[in-house]
């Protein structure tokens, strides 16, 4: 048993890295291990991508790496495995994304991102800080975590789902701003897990421990 952290040159990994060895040790959930190799992404138990930045430009950091693309769609859509996407990496799970250009994501959560935009204009874009949990709807990832846990989010746009069924979590930001998504063997988070303290680590442990 075996997770993936993918490497594609879109932020720095390393919390997020130490945040899943950390919890995998605790729950005996095999190695963890920060890569852009193709073929272990192919043998890999578990898949997570992060991803900091512009959707663009993460789209096509990740299709540079020959084979890559081809490996995860493969895993998650073939063999079932669970994949986590993490920020861009949740927004790139939607089938298209909006910032300063359209480009598709990988589809497998039907809806679009685009740029927040809070009612009260004294809210600031990025929203970029701790915010509560809104639970929508029970699922395994969740076990533990309530409304009103804390969570820490760096970011401009966010996924808009097209089926309520698919939004696991939002929080309040001038309006309802989606934070997690989730639909079969894949869920993604809008925060950072790794930088989410208790709440996020039990999100972690729950996703190494989880079996669609």
């Not at 192919?42 to 991803?51: F, K, N």
């Not at 950091?61 to 990496?89: K, M, N, S």
Request: proline fraction near 7%; charge should be negative; charged fraction near 20%.
């Amino acid at each position: 048993m075996a997770t993936v952290l993918i490497d594609y040159d879109s932020g720095n990994l390393h919390s997020a890295e130490k945040a899943f060895q950390r919890m995998a040790a605790e729950a005996g959930a095999g190695p963890v291990t920060v890569t852009a190799d193709p073929d272990a992404v192919a043998r890999a138990s578990r898949i997570v991508l992060p991803g900091d930045g512009a959707f663009p430009a993460c789209r096509r950091g990740l299709q540079a790496i020959d084979g890559l693309e081809q490996a995860i769609v493969e895993a998650v859509e073939i063999r079932g495995v669970p994949f986590l996407g993490i920020c861009v990496g949740m927004q790139m799970l939607a089938t298209w994304g909006r910032e300063y250009e359209d480009v598709a994501g990988f589809g497998w959560i039907p809806g679009e991102v685009l740029r927040i935009t809070p009612s009260d204009p004294g809210l600031k874009v990025p929203h970029m800080g701790w915010n509560d949990l809104v639970i929508d709807r029970p699922h395994p990832v969740l076990d533990g975590i309530e409304t009103g846990d804390h969570a820490y989010f760096v970011h401009s746009y966010a996924m808009t789902v097209a089926d309520p069924a698919h939004l696991l979590a939002h929080a309040d930001y001038g309006g309802p701003v989606t934070a997690i998504v989730g639909r079969d063997n894949v869920v993604g988070t809008q925060f950072h897990p790794e930088k989410s303290q208790r709440a996020g680590l039990r999100l972690i442990a729950n996703f190494l421990g989880w079996r669609p």
